[in-house]
């Protein structure tokens, strides 16, 4: 499909750059396959899902993936063979090698080593085993295992989304905002957004709703803020990143969809996913990286709702739910949302969406 099917204008002020205080007081669109538009809020969701649904969270932890570092090259003049340079870790290959996005990346080459220092004394070394598309290379560091991830929580930055970077530095806040109250998994270098709206108040009313809670794991990775640059659909590549889903947790979401309870995926990356694991048609156990992409005519085997955030222009994820939904039912709820002021990307408002019954 076209790219510049899935364009549209966004007003800048409509970027929210902090969450809504509570973080369920954010509004609600909700989608139904068919009908109305209406305007909610998260904390209505109790009265929303049905006793019975399963909802399906992300339990993965952002850790601090930004790094800022110098190459040096020896044997050149004092003051030459020096560069700044800037790696977002995005996927952990073993115990000391990560993929990563660097910039400037046309001053790294293939065995440059960059060293890496926060504000104390610890320095963290990783040299550049290969180049790869976009600015990513490869970086097998000087530590490894408990030791490389101690290192990289010492110096490294949260990885703020580049539309809240650009606007603004990270503070002390956005270590907690940034961060859904189940994180337990370290490995995500961007949060699975949906999330950060729940609080334990709200999960109390969803269980006292009836609405039962599965957990599953994505690490998000850089290559989510990446823009489409092809024309076509067709001609993108999607990153991989790593999930996981235990026997357990399978077993449960395969029984409840075999008795015609709904699940509901909490975030794009959730979806992801579940419909990775679900490539034979049950929800099955999972532990293996993932590049799907999922596009209008994708059919969906695994989710049957979807409680997602407001996402960029051209970007794989307004594709993804455009599949999900329909694009002109998602071009029509997007135009309301920001006809009527609602607050767009990580820390923005939210939308529940009802899978169209074409994609099924």
């Given at each position: 499909?076209?790219?510049?099917?899935?364009?549209?204008?966004?007003?800048?002020?409509?970027?929210?750059?902090?969450?809504?205080?509570?973080?369920?007081?954010?509004?609600?669109?909700?989608?139904?396959?068919?009908?109305?538009?209406?305007?909610?809020?998260?904390?209505?969701?109790?009265?929303?899902?049905?006793?019975?649904?399963?909802?399906?969270?992300?339990?993965?932890?952002?850790?601090?993936?930004?790094?800022?570092?110098?190459?040096?090259?020896?044997?050149l003049p004092e003051g030459q063979?020096?560069?700044?340079?800037?790696?977002?870790?995005?996927?952990?290959?073993?115990?000391?090698?990560?993929?990563?996005?660097?910039?400037?990346?046309?001053?790294?080459?293939?065995?440059?080593?960059?060293r890496f220092q926060g504000v104390?004394?610890?320095?963290?070394?990783?040299?550049?085993?290969?180049?790869?598309?976009?600015?990513?290379?490869?970086?097998?560091?000087?530590?490894?295992?408990?030791?490389?991830?101690?290192?990289?929580?010492?110096?490294?930055?949260?990885?703020?989304?580049?539309?809240?970077?650009?606007?603004?530095?990270?503070?002390?806040?956005?270590?907690?905002?940034?961060?859904?109250?189940?994180?337990?998994?370290?490995?995500?270098?961007?949060?699975?957004?949906?999330?950060?709206?729940?609080?334990?108040?709200?999960?109390?009313?969803?269980?006292?709703?009836?609405?039962?809670?599965?957990?599953?794991?994505?690490?998000?990775?850089?290559?989510?803020?990446?823009?489409?640059?092809?024309?076509?659909?067709?001609?993108?590549?999607?990153?991989?990143?790593?999930?996981?889903?235990?026997?357990?947790?399978?077993?449960?979401?395969?029984?409840?969809?075999?008795?015609?309870?709904?699940?509901?995926?909490?975030?794009?990356?959730?979806?992801?996913?579940?419909?990775?694991?679900?490539?034979?048609?049950?929800?099955?156990?999972?532990?293996?990286?993932?590049?799907?992409?999922?596009?209008?005519?994708?059919?969906?085997?695994?989710?049957?709702?979807?409680?997602?955030?407001?996402?960029?222009?051209?970007?794989?994820?307004?594709?993804?739910?455009?599949?999900?939904?329909?694009?002109?039912?998602?071009?029509?709820?997007?135009?309301?949302?920001?006809?009527?002021?609602?607050?767009?990307?990580?820390?923005?408002?939210?939308?529940?969406?009802?899978?169209?019954?074409?994609?099924?």
């Amino acid at each position: 499909m076209r790219v510049d099917l899935f364009d549209f204008d966004l007003p800048e002020e409509r970027i929210a750059l902090r969450p809504a205080l509570p973080r369920e007081s954010a509004r609600l669109l909700l989608v139904p396959e068919q009908g109305p538009l209406s305007d909610k809020r998260v904390g209505d969701l109790p009265g929303l899902l049905r006793a019975g649904d399963v909802l399906v969270f992300n339990d993965t932890k952002v850790i601090p993936a930004r790094l800022n570092g110098l190459r040096r090259r020896d044997g050149l003049p004092e003051g030459q063979g020096v560069a700044e340079i800037e790696a977002t870790l995005h996927l952990r290959l073993d115990g000391g090698r990560w993929k990563a996005f660097v910039r400037p990346a046309k001053r790294v080459a293939v065995r440059d080593v960059i060293r890496f220092q926060g504000v104390g004394q610890v320095i963290l070394s990783g040299m550049v085993e290969e180049r790869g598309e976009g600015g990513e290379v490869t970086l097998a560091f000087d530590r490894s295992g408990p030791d490389l991830d101690a290192a990289i929580a010492e110096i490294g930055h949260l990885p703020l989304p580049p539309y809240i970077a650009s606007k603004r530095g990270e503070d002390e806040q956005d270590r907690t905002d940034y961060q859904t109250i189940y994180a337990r998994h370290d490995g995500a270098v961007a949060a699975p957004t949906a999330g950060l709206h729940f609080t334990p108040q709200l999960m109390e009313a969803l269980r006292a709703a009836g609405v039962e809670f599965e957990y599953v794991t994505l690490h998000v990775g850089a290559g989510t803020f990446l823009p489409v640059k092809a024309d076509d659909t067709s001609a993108h590549r999607m990153h991989h990143e790593f999930g996981s889903i235990d026997i357990a947790t399978a077993e449960r979401l395969a029984r409840a969809k075999a008795e015609g309870r709904r699940v509901v995926a909490v975030g794009t990356t959730s979806l992801r996913v579940l419909e990775s694991a679900a490539q034979g048609g049950v929800i099955a156990p999972f532990h293996a990286t993932t590049d799907i992409f999922i596009t209008p005519g994708y059919a969906f085997r695994a989710v049957d709702a979807l409680l997602t955030n407001f996402h960029l222009p051209r970007s794989t994820l307004f594709m993804l739910v455009s599949a999900f939904s329909g694009l002109d039912r998602m071009r029509d709820a997007y135009r309301h949302a920001i006809e009527t002021g609602y607050r767009f990307y990580s820390y923005g408002d939210a939308c529940l969406l009802e899978r169209s019954e074409a994609t099924s």
